[in-house]
């Protein structure tokens, strides 16, 4: 099947500053990725569509100044939390596909002390 | 609004049975459901997709059916082994047939040898 990276695996930061996590398509071109978080025990919410060359769409309550998305080319996505808060740690997992079926990536575990 | 319920967090079950896991969800119409696996700190694994239109699908000892009806996919995993032990996660398709998909919170599986 199609892979999909995802860098960071792990990263730990202090709050205020803010991360960058990377989403990669190695073996396929994709218009679309998708961005979602995981609290332990809980299902995947999606947080946003990342489209390329135009602007991500953002799901409800996620504020799209504070989890900038940039999709510049046809394999990457960055998704960079700002002003990152203790509140903020979690699982960011990233997803795409040449077609309907995802393939995600290994997910960036997000700790903000 | 649509929701999705996956019938239990847990299920065990005593290796080389077969595992069943339900899926039912309301509110929704979606194009195509899939089924992914979940290990602990990963991300996601496509299994299986199955169409609106199609009643079964099977890979290999994975079987999955869908009853647009009742609102409902079953996924059975036959002969079950202990490295079938997993979260396993039911997502709903959109129904303008995006690739967004809406994942339920999923069933964690444990096979006991």
């Known amino acids: 099947g199609a892979v999909v990276s995802q860098h960071p695996s792990r990263v730990i930061c202090k709050s205020g500053t803010s991360v960058k996590i990377e989403c990669r398509s190695l073996?396929?071109?994709?218009?679309?990725m998708f961005w979602y978080r995981q609290f332990p025990k809980k299902s995947l919410m999606l947080m946003a569509t990342?489209?390329?060359?135009?602007?991500?769409?953002?799901e409800q309550g996620v504020e799209k100044d504070k989890f900038l998305i940039n999709h510049a080319s046809l394999t990457l996505s960055t998704l960079t939390v700002t002003s990152a808060h203790p509140e903020d740690s979690s699982f960011y997992i990233c997803?795409?596909?040449?077609?309907?079926?995802?393939?995600f990536g290994p997910g960036t575990r997000l700790t903000v002390t | 609004s649509q929701k999705i319920e996956q019938n239990s967090e847990a299920l065990n079950i005593q290796e080389g049975k077969t595992a069943t896991l339900t899926c039912n969800y309301t509110?929704?119409?979606?194009?195509?459901l899939q089924w992914y696996r979940q290990d602990p700190g990963r991300g996601p694994v496509f299994l299986l997709l199955?169409?609106?239109?199609?009643k079964e699908k099977r890979k290999e000892r994975l079987k999955v059916t869908f009853d647009t009806t009742l609102k409902q996919s079953l996924f059975h995993i036959t002969a079950s082994q202990p490295a079938d032990s997993a979260t396993y996660l039911c997502?709903?398709?959109?129904?303008?047939?995006?690739?967004?998909?809406?994942f339920g919170k999923g069933t964690k599986l444990s096979v006991i040898p």
């Open positions: 990342s489209n390329e060359g135009s602007k991500a769409t953002y």
């Open positions: 997803s795409a596909g040449p077609q309907y079926e995802q393939y």
């Open positions: 199955i169409r609106e239109n199609e």
């Open positions: 073996d396929f071109q994709a218009t679309t």
């Open positions: 997502a709903l398709g959109s129904p303008t047939g995006s690739y967004q998909l809406t």
């Open positions: 509110n929704y119409s979606p194009a195509y």
